[in-house]
């Protein structure tokens, strides 16, 4: 089992960038797929991207494809968001996500796929 707990949100005018930090804690970090998902009042939650267990592939939703960048230091524990060029349509809780996998090419994009979930932190873009 992972604990996952998500920092780095916060409030940015358009153009703006943001760094995503995601601590695991518990089993082995370098076990599970990460991934990047956000939701919107009302809606369900959307994926964002993801990243292979030993972190040399990725995965993008086209909605942040160029923009955002998901990299992880498996030595902390930690997978990062970078989020470039930010706009108001990105506003959302963004959740980290975990699933345990020895796959060199599991790169889930379906939330039912993840096992484990951070509480979540807020992203603001103002106009």
């Known amino acids: 089992q992972v604990h996952l707990v998500e920092s780095g949100g916060g409030m940015v005018q358009a153009g703006g960038s943001l760094r995503l930090s995601c601590v695991a804690s518990g089993r082995r970090f370098s076990d599970y797929t990460m991934a990047w998902f956000r939701q919107t009042p009302g809606k369900g939650q959307d994926f964002v991207s993801s990243?292979?267990?030993?972190?040399?592939?990725?995965y993008y939703a086209d909605s942040v494809k160029g923009r955002f960048s998901i990299s992880r230091d498996n030595a902390k524990n930690t997978v990062y968001l970078q989020m470039n060029s930010l706009k108001p349509e990105d506003t959302a809780v963004y959740y980290c996500?975990?699933?345990?996998?020895?796959?060199?090419?599991?790169?889930?994009?379906?939330?039912?796929?993840?096992?484990?979930w951070g509480q979540g932190t807020q992203v603001t873009v103002s106009s």
């Open positions: 996500a975990a699933v345990l996998t020895a796959s060199i090419t599991y790169l889930p994009t379906n939330r039912g796929a993840y096992d484990y």
């Open positions: 990243i292979l267990w030993r972190g040399d592939t990725q």
